[in-house]
Antibody, heavy 121, light 110 residues
């Protein structure tokens, strides 16, 4: 079955960096685009970034553009999120989510359990 | 990339129907047929319940239905059950490979 397992979260000081990982299994990883979506404590969901199936294209929310970098290693079935210049408002549970395989639509069909990032001094 | 607007909370009794709204703009909800809805129980990952406004993934009961009018999408849950108590988030494609979510609605089954 589809499994997405995030890791790498933790406590980091403002201005610091962190790299999140999302290990995928149960399907052909290299056939899908992937997203990172975050949820601040007690708040709604916020789309962060997406990467194409081959890693050739990435798109970002304005709130993280220039600070976050999404990447993937299809040989390791793993998705990454490099986060630099972290701010208090980046504190959230970060989910990786698989994009639908249907090219005629846009939604996220499977999600991991999330990894918590806390930005605090 | 402004968040979609959802009511903070909605409630209903078992067996009743409830409708959750999700309001955006012509740049997202009103401009595309790609509205989706997720159910999230406490401490759990979001679960897809509707996509493309009205389509249900395999395994989602037909008690869940969706619609859209202009810039507002709606999720209707009929025959409310205790296990439907959860947070519900809408989302929409917003063009140029960006997406936007709503703030979520907490559904209470009385």
């Amino acid at each position: 079955q589809v499994q997405l397992v995030e890791s790498g979260g933790g406590v980091v000081q403002p201005g610091g960096s962190l790299r999140l990982s999302c290990a995928a299994s149960g399907f052909t990883f290299s056939s899908y685009s992937f997203h990172w979506v975050r949820q601040a404590p007690g708040k709604g969901l916020e789309w962060v970034t997406v990467i194409s199936y081959d890693g050739g294209k990435q798109y970002y929310a304005d709130s993280v553009q220039g600070r976050f970098t999404i990447s993937r290693d299809n040989s390791k079935n793993t998705l990454y999120l490099r986060m630099n210049s972290l701010r208090a408002e980046d504190t959230a549970l970060y989910y990786c989510a698989r994009d639908s395989a249907d090219p005629d639509t846009y939604y996220f069909d499977y999600w991991g359990q999330g990894t918590l990032v806390t930005v605090s001094s | 990339q402004s968040a979609l607007t959802q009511p903070r909370s909605v409630s209903g009794s078992p067996g009743q129907s409830v409708t959750l709204s999700c309001t955006g703009s012509s740049l997202d909800v009103g401009g595309y047929k790609y509205v989706c809805w997720y159910q999230q129980h406490p401490g759990k990952a979001p679960k897809l319940i509707l996509y493309d406004v009205t389509k249900r993934p395999s395994g989602v009961p037909d008690r869940f239905s969706g619609s859209k009018s202009g810039n507002t999408a709606s999720l209707t849950i009929s025959g409310l059950q205790a296990e439907d108590e959860a947070d519900y988030f809408c989302c929409s494609y917003a063009g140029s490979f960006t997406w936007v979510f709503g703030g979520g609605t907490q559904l209470t089954v009385l």
